[in-house]
């Protein structure tokens, strides 16, 4: 597959989807010298506004998917939400689409994501199908649960967690899956890439730490605060999954350690993703190039940490929608060792993930209390008011 001479540019890369995973892989795809093409249905999206060249058009919409994959050498995407029939088509013909289409069919509808898990031996909390939800079927699985939108579902949105029958009026409507809720201590996420060649290499554990109520990741630190034999079941439980799954390029593989101190696989994405932002300053191979590296058929890089790191995410701020403004930039700027990546959106939304902020220190309890600094004194809001 790795052949040891490359006309430049080295590849014309596709990328599905236009979002800040998106900007930051152009960015990366560019170090390396390809030239990038985003498909996104936004004029001017993230990612569009740093690669050579956008498609504008739907990520359902069959004719621009083939343009996208017939102009490129391989095509890759930063979002799950495609029509992977198209995709399954194209790569029949002969396109390179790498994650595999039918892998992303499996892992975009989390019910046979379930089920390949499950099929597999993977620890997972234990499920069952609600094609038609009810307050009876639901109730007779038993409380707490963690109700899941089979397709479509991302941030929080499409999960709903029921703690008991007073809850039923939180059921989300449509064909989902119910779950375990799992009593955990912790969350934690490990990122593994697998080259071609079946090389396999992870990350350190990260932690992600949540906002009550909000299930968006408020805030990241790395490495995790686990023991050894933690840290090593995690990685060969990312590990055990990505084989399992069988797929070429990274998965962020988010887990629960519960309260017996079992880690359990919550859910795989065959992308890179917001668990690994930390990974542009923090280690020597950041995710994004890695994803790059796996779908080029190049050889996978280091994963070794260089620095301890804090992420928080920059939502958009509740009291404006619209043209986003920034506040408190030249503070959180001031901080030694704050990194601001600024996504471009056009518009700010309460709650949109707008940019994020990566703190390195010489303990990752340090970049915590700068990360922390950073949340007081920097906001993200729209022009216009609510
Ligand atoms: N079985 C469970 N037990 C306890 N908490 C859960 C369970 N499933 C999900 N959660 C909580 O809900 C959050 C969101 O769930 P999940 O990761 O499945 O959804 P998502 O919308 O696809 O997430 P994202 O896009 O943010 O990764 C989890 O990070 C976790 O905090
Ligand atoms: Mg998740």
């Known amino acids: 597959m790795t052949t040891d001479t490359h006309a430049y540019p080295i590849a014309r890369l596709g990328v599905i989807g236009g979002g800040q995973l998106g900007r930051m892989m152009v960015k990366a795809a560019r170090r390396l ?8 249905p936004a004029p001017g999206s993230p990612a569009g506004q740093v690669a050579a060249h956008q498609i504008v058009g739907g990520l359902h919409d069959p004719a621009k998917l083939r343009e996208l994959a017939e102009t490129c050498d391989v095509t890759t995407y930063d979002i799950e939400d495609i029509d992977t029939a198209t995709l399954v088509e194209l790569e029949r013909e002969g396109r390179r689409i790498v994650p ?3 892998l992303l069919a499996v892992i975009q509808d989390k019910l046979l994501q379930k089920q390949a898990l499950l099929e597999a031996g993977i620890p997972t909390a234990d499920f069952i199908d609600v094609p038609a939800p009810s307050p009876e079927a639901l109730a007779a699985f038993g409380f ?3 109700q899941k939108a089979r397709r479509g ?3 929080g949105r499409g999960v709903a967690v029921l703690r008991g029958p007073r809850d039923l009026g939180r059921m989300l409507p449509g064909p989902s899956l119910a779950e375990r809720f799992v009593e955990h201590a912790r969350e934690v996420a490990v990122l593994a890439a697998r080259g071609a060649d079946d ?7 990260v932690d992600m730490v949540f906002r009550e109520g909000e299930n968006v990741l408020d805030l990241l630190l790395a490495p995790a605060d686990l023991s050894p034999e933690q840290e090593t079941a995690a990685r060969d439980l990312a590990v055990r999954t990505v084989r399992a799954l069988g797929g070429v390029g990274i998965f962020g593989v988010e887990m629960f350690l519960d309260r017996s101190g079992r880690f359990l696989v919550n859910e795989v994405a065959p992308r890179t993703h917001n668990s690994g932002h930390w990974t542009i300053e ?3 191979t950041d995710q994004f190039e890695q994803h790059l590296r796996a779908v080029l058929g190049l050889p996978l890089g280091a994963t070794d940490l260089l620095s301890p790191a804090a992420m928080l995410n920059l939502l958009g701020d509740p009291s404006g929608h619209g043209r986003p403004l920034i506040r408190g930039l030249a503070a959180a700027l001031a901080i030694p060792g704050v990194c601001v990546h600024i996504y471009g959106k056009a518009a700010s939304q309460p709650h949109r993930k707008m940019g994020h902020v990566t703190v390195l220190d010489s303990s990752r309890e340090a970049a915590r209390i700068k ?12 022009e216009g008011h609510p």
Request: with cysteine.
């Open 153 to 155: 579902g991302y941030d």
């Open 33 to 40: 010298g390809c030239t990038c093409t985003i498909l996104d």
């Open 100 to 102: 595999s289409p039918a």
């Open 282 to 284: 923090a280690c020597v």
């Open 144 to 146: 707490p649960l963690v």
């Open 199 to 205: 090389d396999i290499r992870t990350y350190p554990p």
């Open 371 to 382: 990360a922390e600094q950073v949340r007081k004194a920097l906001t993200i809001t729209g």
